[in-house]
Structures are given as structure tokens and as C-alpha cells.
């Protein structure tokens, strides 16, 4: 059983909470996930470590409400516990030899980006942060990345706060202004991660991309979790869980990934509606 130490309400649909689990905090890198269990019960559900604290032994996990089983781990609080904590799994972002990067985050994968920025940030390159949203009120972590950013820049699809548009556009600008980045890295909806790479294309910047696919065992042995890359012409599988969760971003077949993850799409919202009419009715 592992400790819920502290909970956090990000904004209306969006969790954090620190989990006691020390190997875990001592081992886990910037990039990296674990799989969770609520209860006993539970369906494994991977989540990226969004930070850790060795000394004190927690890790540091950031969730959307979307689901039966995010909305049962919702209403969990401060000092009770869940089922399982696995990890770390997958591989950390790679860093060495960037010395000029732009993190580019949207939505919850600001909570994946973060960290990642951060490790950047203390390894001294220069980062530049460009985050999005759909409006002010699911705005989160902007002073976190303020604190770990050279340059922020702050979008909102409806204009409700900051700059209005989406993270393409002040990517784009300073791309055409001569911008020179290392590393582009994207993280957030598939849709946005692939319009980023086809932004970043014409400029020749490699851009990473964080896939979080449908997963269930996180060791490669499911096949759940597999995505199809076109490398040298040929049609190649890799499994998100061990071979990522980062890859090339020019590789990714997003359409069929995105077809992929619409796949159980009704089951968890009715799963969903089904545990919230439990807790309405408790």
C-alpha cells in the first residue's frame, strides 16, 4: 500500500498528489511513468512522474479526471493509500548534448512536459516553454515553468487569458525569425503533437514526442501500447511502454494512433458516469 502524503487541485478536472514510495522517488527520472492501482479491484493505469523528492520519498503524479478509475483515485485523500505503485518504468528523456531546447506542452501533458523543462533548466541549456490551453480556467503549473524557463509563453484557444491561439503559432514565429533549437519537445494530444512536427518540419528541427498510448502491463509484454513508426521506408512496431514513451516525431503514424486511442472511448465514459452516479449516491 502506498500513502497519498499530499493532494492538490490543479484546476476543475485536473489532480496532483504525492505518493510515498521511495525506491520509486530514488530511481525515477524526468520522462519516465509508473502504473497504478486504486484498490484491489483496479484497473493498472500509467501515469508519467510529473517530479520526485529522494529525501522525503514521494513521487510527484499529475492526473486528468476522465475516467472511472481517475475518478475513484480523485476521491481518495490526503493520508489514506492505494493498491500498487509501479515503477519506474520507461525510458528518460533524452538530454545529453541539447544546449537550446523548446519544450512545447499542452493541456494535462504540461504535467509531463514540466519536468522535463526542468531537467533541462538544471542542466543548464537554454529552454524555451510554450504551453496551451483550451481557456484560463484549465490553465496549470504556469509558475512552475516561469521558474524553469528563459522564455514562457502562455497560449489559450479562446483568448481568455495570454496570448489567443494555439502552441503552433508562437512556434511557427520563431522558427521564420531564425529561431535555432537543438531539440523541439512536444507533449499533450495527439493532434497537437502532430501538428507541432509538421510546424517544426520545414525548418529541419528534430522534435520528440511523448506517446501515451492504451497500456496495460508497461513491461512490452500486452502489445496494447504498440505504435507503428515509418522508419527508412519501412513500417516498424514499437511498444510505448519500453521502447518510450519518447520517439522521433517525423516517425509517428499519428493518424493511426489517434484512431487507436478513440478505441474504448464509450466504455470509459460510461465507466465513468457509472462511478460517479456510485459517489453521488454514497
Known sequence: MYKIVRKRELNPTVTQMEIEAPLVAKKAKPGQFIILRVDEDGERIPLTVAGTDPEEGTVKIIFQIVGATTETLNHKQAGEYIQDFAGPLGMATHTEGIKKVCIVGGGVGCAIAMPVAQEFHRLGAEVTSIIGFRSKDLLILEDEFRACSDKLVVM??????????????????????????????????????????????????????????????????????????????????????????????YEIDFDEAMSRGRMYFDYERHAHEEVCNLYKNA
Not at 520563431?174 to 507533449?187: P, Q, S, V, Y
Open 156 to 249: 489559450t484557444d479562446d483568448g481568455s487569458y495570454a496570448r489567443h491561439g494555439n502552441v503552433t503559432v508562437p512556434l511557427k514565429e520563431m522558427l521564420e525569425a531564425g529561431e535555432k533549437f537543438d531539440m523541439i519537445i512536444t507533449i499533450g494530444p495527439l493532434i497537437m503533437m502532430k501538428f507541432v512536427v509538421a510546424t517544426a518540419k520545414p525548418f529541419g528541427v528534430p522534435v520528440t514526442v511523448s506517446m501515451n498510448p492504451i497500456m496495460i502491463d508497461g513491461t512490452g509484454m500486452c502489445g496494447g501500447c504498440r505504435l507503428t513508426l515509418n522508419r527508412d521506408g519501412k513500417r516498424v512496431t514499437k511498444f510505448a511502454c519500453v521502447d518510450g514513451p519518447d520517439f522521433n516525431g
